[in-house]
């Protein structure tokens, strides 16, 4: 089993910033942030492998989202600059038994219980 707790979400503006935090019990070997918006499909923003660190984002995020961890804390970071109201979403940290990362929310089978981020224009 695999505990995931976030924090962090909030309401700014467009333009603004938010940092996320996901504490983990344990890593898999591979860690998700996904997003559901009202009345949409959960999506994948980005994975990180946590041995190697490589990271991977969704298109939509490319250039203003940053997935990173911190070992030492069991926690890992979604740094979020340049928001836009489309990112506005219920924001979830997942945790995979697969080895390798995917952007697919089937392929993850632990889950956090979410943190609001609303961006308004």
């Known amino acids: 089993q695999v505990q995931l707790v976030e924090s962090g979400g909030g309401s700014v503006q467009a333009g603004g910033s938010l940092r996320l935090s996901c504490v983990a019990s344990?890593?898999?070997?591979?860690m998700g942030w996904f997003r559901q918006a009202p009345g949409k499909e959960r999506e994948g923003v980005a994975t990180i492998d946590t041995g190697t660190g490589a990271t991977h984002y969704h298109d939509s995020v490319k250039g203003r989202f940053t997935f990173s961890q911190d070992n030492a804390k069991n926690t890992l970071y979604l740094q979020m600059n340049n928001l836009k109201p489309e990112d506005t979403a219920m924001y979830f940290c997942a945790a995979s038994r697969l080895v390798f990362c995917d952007l697919k929310y089937d392929y993850y089978n632990y889950w956090g219980q979410g943190t609001q981020v609303t961006v308004s224009s």
């Open positions: 344990r890593y898999t070997s591979c």
